[in-house]
């Protein structure tokens, strides 16, 4: 059985599903395909191991979407002032106010915002097979014909690849990527704190790796622990006691007193896809880069991919262009991918300058963390385009 729709989006994760709300909202036909079951949410239930920090960009996104009502009315933790350091006289601090905002983003759950984007998408009557992969897919006479693992084909004009890093899309299209995996891993461990966590998230810059610290909703935050990845993986294999011991023997002192209650590690990739675009055919996200996520702008990064990709296929359509064609595609790929590149080569640098322990490099990057707090408004610009402002 064939079906035909005009937009196919595979993966239906944080950045699919947003895509396909806001190209539903401006008439486009649209299906998505997700392996993942059904989002779920119960507001009892303890905080998700994966937690995104939102740009108030995303934020914006969101509410066009009339998703972010949803997620406020769940569970998110807005960040006010944030602050990096490696020495105590050598300290970065960001404040919202002195940006004229009310705060610099939201920490939020992927658990959470995955739940409103069904809602949202369900409410849409937006076309979704959960539980279902991508099996082939194959272009004949300008259309693409998609195959499904439980014998489904459909037919469209544009397929998106929004599948994720390990992208299917991705490798059935023969793109390449250029990339490597980083020296690091990194540990994600839900807390629940003694004192509330406040509004202020802090990564103090060890020899080691960085210890992060995110503010979640009530009592409860999220720890990000990066390191060699051996030593990550014994940190896996202890037990919740133990690894208590060791935040309060590794992370700085005004993390009090804490109980770890869940704990996940991962390793760090840089990828990006030599091209984002094919006949018909187009990557957004982790699909066509991903990032080290020293500064937590992976999501929002895929954000800013589905923005574009809405406002470039709305105005062609408008102006009756054959808005799946090169040449429109193409506008999205000049845009997002030199923007995405600028991003990953600055988190690289960042990554590069505070990982070496040279006694000349470490006196010079302290130096500059000091002169960087002092900027002023060249410290403003920096913040307002990772904010997306």
Known sequence: MQQTVEVVIIGGGLTGAALASGLTKYGFDVAVIEQEDTPRFNPLSNPGLR?????????????????????????????????????????VRLDARSLGLTNLGYIVENDVL???????????????????????LQRINGIWQIS???????RAYLIVGADGSHSQVRKLANIRTHGWQYTQSCMLISVRCFNHPGNITWQKLTPKGPRAFLPLFGYWASLVWYGEPDYIKKLQFMTMLQLQREIQL????????????????FALNRSHAMNYILPGLVLVGDAAHTVHPLTGQGVNLGYRDVLALI????????????????????????????????????????????SNQCLSVKIVRNVGLVVANHAGATKHDVLAYMLGL
């Open 51 to 91: 937690v995104s920090a939102i740009s108030n960009a995303s934020v914006n996104l969101l509410q066009q979407l009339e998703v972010w009502p949803q997620v406020l009315l769940m569970r998110c933790a807005p960040y006010c002032v944030q602050e990096i350091w490696e020495h105590p006289m050598a300290r």
């Open 114 to 136: 995955k739940y409103a984007l069904s809602k949202r998408l369900y409410h849409q009557n937006v076309f979704v097979l959960y539980k279902t992969c991508l099996k082939n």
């Open 148 to 154: 499904l693992d439980n014998g489904k084909i459909l």
């Open 250 to 265: 590794h992370f700085p002192a005004r993390i009090g007193k804490i109980t770890p209650i869940m704990a996940g590690s």
């Open 311 to 354: 406002t470039i296929l709305k105005d062609a359509r408008y102006q009756s262009d054959n808005w799946w064609s090169v040449n429109v595609l193409q506008r999205y790929q000049y845009q997002r991918q030199k923007d995405n590149r600028l991003m990953q080569n600055g988190i690289d640098l960042l990554y590069r300058i505070f």
